[in-house]
């Protein structure tokens, strides 16, 4: 591991620590060297809050006065070059007298890509980029995708048995997976700014779609369920305070692809969907899913008329069949996790 290696992994754990929290804004982490010696850290804790570079800058004049002077500065994204709710990062980074900047990833927009690499090279400063990119990358996967193309990336969780089975043909699916699975789904929930579940699923299942753990989690997805119909009075969805269930149901790629397109402008950059088998079936169907997360429990429960991970329509040909990339599996508690991404149909 390489010098630069190491202190871009430190600025990626700090940038971790927002998870869930900077939404519709990129996770960012930061830290200032000198010397080999870290003298400041920062890191972007939500929207509208400052960004991870002068965050850092002002750890190290707290810390460390007059040493920022001929420092190094590791971010995990190219810094911002234009006023939004914040002044540009770059003009702080200019004034603080930093004398190189290592950079994790460029951003992703078209409009800024590159920008703050040109501006900060032209008052002198040295630059340095795509150091951890993949990790970088990965980090902020939903928001470089809704960046570029103004809609919400999307992310089908299923949990399923080892024979493809998620409920039993009257409906039961508690519990299919293991308590460290559904605690994982927490953590998708977190990730999410909206999470979505067919009719039956929210009738049978009675899911609150809501962040429990940790308690008293501040941001709360928006809950979307895919129905006609109205839920019952008695659903907790309807009772319990949180975010007002929206009833949606778009059918067909078009459909689909214009209610991703609203949602985007409405800021809502990842989309949760979390079954049953025919909303799997519809959203990938409608080729509008970017990635799966299927947890596979170590049971067989068998039984030709139980619920399938994913129904629809019947294909006619093998061919058919949706090719993933990416494969990962890992280890759950009993279960496995397997991830992979969705290619483009």
Not at 30 to 37: G, L, P
Not at 239 to 246: L, Q, T, V
Not at 279 to 301: M, R, Y
Request: proline residues 6%.
């Amino acid at each position: 591991m390489t010098e630069d290696e190491k202190y871009m992994g430190l600025a990626l754990s700090l940038a971790r620590r927002a998870f869930g929290m900077t939404s519709p804004n990129p996770m960012v982490g930061a830290v200032v060297v000198k010397n080999d010696v870290v003298i400041g850290r920062g890191y972007h804790h939500q929207a509208g809050q400052p960004h991870a570079e002068p965050m850092a800058i002002a750890d190290s004049e707290k810390k460390h006065p007059g040493e920022v002077q001929g420092s190094t500065l590791y971010v995990t994204l190219e810094p911002c070059t234009t006023y939004g709710r914040t002044p540009p990062c770059s003009e702080k980074i200019i004034a603080s007298g930093i004398k190189r900047v290592v950079i994790g990833t460029l951003d992703t927009n078209p409009k800024h890509a590159g920008a703050a690499v040109s501006i900060l090279r032209k008052y002198g400063i040295q630059v340095d980029c795509n150091v951890l990119e993949d990790k970088c990358r990965a980090l902020n996967e939903s928001f470089f995708w809704w960046i570029t193309k103004k809609r919400p990336f999307v992310l089908l969780k299923m949990a399923m048995t080892l024979d493809g089975k998620i409920a039993t043909q009257n409906g039961d699916a508690k519990w299919v997976s293991c308590a460290a699975s559904r605690q994982m789904v927490q953590k998708m929930r977190r990730w999410a700014d909206a999470v979505m579940v067919g009719g039956n699923t929210a009738r049978l299942d009675n899911p609150s779609l809501l962040v429990r753990s940790p308690a008293n989690w501040r941001r709360q997805p928006r809950r979307l369920i895919w129905t006609s119909k109205p839920l019952p009075e008695e659903c907790a969805m309807l009772n319990d305070g949180g975010p007002a269930p929206e009833i949606v149901k778009p059918i067909g790629q078009a459909q689909w692809l214009a209610f991703l397109d609203k949602l985007g402008a409405e800021n809502v950059t990842a989309l949760l969907l979390e079954g049953g088998g025919e909303l799997a079936a519809a959203a990938l169907q409608a080729g509008i899913v970017n990635k799966v997360a299927f947890f596979i429990a170590p049971k067989l429960l068998c039984g030709r008329d139980s619920k399938v991970v994913v129904a629809g329509e019947n294909p006619a040909l093998m061919s058919e069949a949706l090719k993933l990339a990416n494969v990962k599996v890992q280890k759950i508690g009993d279960d496995l996790l397997l991830t992979a991404d969705v290619e483009s149909q």
